[in-house]
């Protein structure tokens, strides 16, 4: 059973940080690009960053600069670390696991930034 569970979300204040974590089971980690998407309230799920097998990264332009992702294929976990966080990074953050074909989503968690 292919399992993303993603965790480290919460309330923070406009200019802060978290880090995001996904641990993942059930695939073979290192084979898979991992990525990192977000949806706020009446909005479409939208891709925040990407790494691949090699560890290459590509971000979307909005958080650019801020946020950071990375993987450990020892752990099979994918990290975001984000900063100086805005209220319109509001929203709930997937961990998305790909292959041609394939992907795996974990179940979300919850960044709130506001005073």
């Known amino acids: 059973q292919v399992q993303l569970v993603e965790s480290g979300g919460g309330l923070v204040q406009p200019g802060g940080s978290l880090r995001l974590s996904c641990v993942v089971s059930?695939?073979?980690?290192?084979?898979?690009?991992m990525g990192w998407y977000r949806q706020a309230p009446g909005k479409q799920r939208e891709l925040v960053a990407t790494i691949g097998t090699l560890g290459s990264t590509d971000y979307a332009h909005f958080v650019k600069g801020r946020f950071t992702i990375s993987r450990d294929n020892a752990k099979n976990t994918v990290y975001l670390q984000t900063n100086s966080l805005r209220p319109e990074d509001t929203a709930v953050y997937y961990c998305n696991a790909a292959q041609p074909n394939v992907n795996y989503w974990g179940q979300g968690t919850q960044v709130t930034v506001s005073s």
């Open positions: 059930g695939i073979t980690f290192r084979r898979y690009a």
